[in-house]
């Protein structure tokens, strides 16, 4: 080889090199926490930055029951307000509808003290306006004082075509449950039985009753489900209640339309394998929030439109570990109000909250497995927040960081600034912008990327 060629070759080899390490510069993250000082220059804003485009208008395909012409009514069969426990009356109505092809099972207005029943396909169980289904106290509920799973009070597991409707009440009758729990809880805790629960089950309706003081959840769409809607159905059980979620969802094509609630616990919780879920309409009151988790493995396609929050403890919240985690996408949440929300976008992968490291950088990262968080293509747009506490918490573990949030016309009013941590390729556009009584916007933004937005004023830029 010449020696003009040998010279070539080493320049080349120089040249590379040194495009090499600037890479490298470029892309090592920026720690800026604690010292406020360091985040005053925002990145350049990032053009190719944009919001993934998907449809959001899956809950349209969502079946809803066709209940079969026709009435039973319960005191037909024996049901009688003055009744003990009505649940073999009921039953017997249920259980003659489904031999006959299906009918609406209709509970009159009354009080009507009851066990656990089972639903069956076919068949639609109306309460009707001041009928109350009273489920009967702790003491005297089957297997109650035990450690053994025990029936819902409503249980659809493995029906078809099932309508639950009136604007009757189910009351729980929950305090002396609480209460037995939380002198248990040390140890194991008594099992408590869910309001309405269903596994494995396919067109399933619950809509416009009440549901008041729940033993534990109020309404449970496990395992294996598809085509539910729960619509317009109030639940409402003290902030002090343990565990009284409103509504958990497990499984996929779940429509929650204009729900009123107010609980002890998540609002609603959307858990592994919950995905193409529309929520719209609904009012939180009370509770733990909007929340997916703790168990985020394959969760997708979820849509939050047009909801309003009040007093709760937070509004937007996905919480996980990295013992039970993984994917979670495509989540839009659009048109929400919130007021007084304590942290109204809480997406943290430390779980539970005593687990969030002490310092953005006090968590060395761990090798990622298949549970470990992968949370991506997350949009929030015209979101008015006032009176909030703090104006969020994003905080991925460092090993997998969250990526692409897209905050539009995002505009939040809180004492505190927002801790973002461990978090690419975060977007504020349209004029979104953070205010603070106290500090700066941003109190902590350590190995993120940040466009949009000044990280101390909030304005945007």
């Known amino acids: 080889m010449g020696k003009s060629a040998c010279l070539f070759l080493m320049l080349s080899a120089i040249l590379l090199s040194s495009i090499s390490c600037k890479k490298a510069t470029a892309s ?70 489904t031999k006959v092809g299906g009918k609406t099972v209709v509970v009159p207005a009354g009080i009507f003290n009851c066990g656990p029943l089972k639903l069956k396909s076919n068949v639609g169980l109306q309460i009707s306006d001041g009928a109350v289904l009273k489920v009967l106290a702790y003491n005297t509920y089957p297997g109650s004082g035990g450690t053994a799973s025990l029936a819902a009070f409503l249980d659809m597991s493995s029906s078809t075509n099932v309508l639950v409707s ?175 929300v304590g942290i109204p976008i809480n997406i943290c992968e430390y779980y539970p909250d005593n687990t969030i490291p002490a310092t953005a950088t006090a968590d060395p990262g761990q090798p990622v497995t298949v549970t470990t968080p992968v949370w991506k293509y997350i949009m929030l747009k015209n979101l008015t927040i006032t009176g909030s506490n703090s104006a969020g918490l994003l905080w991925s573990v460092p090993e997998m960081h969250m990526k692409d949030l897209f905050f539009d016309n995002v505009n939040i009013s809180a004492t505190t600034g927002m801790k973002m941590n461990n978090v690419d390729s975060a977007a504020f556009i349209n004029g979104s912008k953070i205010t603070v009584r106290n500090g700066n916007a941003f109190v902590s933004t350590s190995a993120s990327t940040i466009t949009g937005i000044n990280l101390i004023t909030g304005l945007a830029q």
């Open 166 to 340: 009136g604007k009757g009440m189910i009351d729980g009758q929950g305090a002396a449950w609480w209460t037995a729990y939380n002198a248990t809880k040390s140890t194991a805790g008594i099992a408590r039985p869910a309001m309405i629960n269903f596994d494995n089950a396919n067109t399933i309706e619950v809509a416009d009753i009440t549901i008041q003081n729940a033993p534990n959840s109020h309404i449970s769409v496990h395992r294996g489900n598809k085509n539910v809607t729960i619509s317009g159905v109030t639940l409402m059980s003290p902030p002090n209640s343990p565990n009284t979620d409103g509504i958990d969802v497990w499984s996929p094509y779940v429509n929650i339309l204009n729900c009123n609630i107010s609980c002890g616990d998540d609002n609603i919780a959307m858990n592994n394998n919950t995905k193409y879920v529309t929520i719209t309409g609904c009012k939180f009151g009370r509770g733990h929030g909007l929340s997916i988790g703790s168990y985020t493995s394959n969760i997708d396609h979820i849509y939050v439109n047009n909801c309003t929050f009040d007093s709760t403890d937070n509004g937007v919240h996905i919480k996980s570990s990295r013992d039970r985690s993984g994917i979670v996408a495509y989540l839009t949440y659009s048109n929400l109000t919130m007021t007084k």
């Open 28 to 97: 090592s993250p920026t720690v800026n926490e604690p010292d406020s000082s360091i985040i005053k220059n925002n990145p350049p804003k990032d053009s190719t930055l944009i919001p993934p485009a998907y449809p959001t208008n899956w809950g349209d395909s969502i079946a809803v029951p066709k209940i079969p012409a026709g009435n039973f009514v319960i005191t037909d069969f024996g049901a009688s307000t003055t009744a003990a426990d009505n649940a073999a009356a009921i039953q017997k109505a249920i259980d003659s509808a």
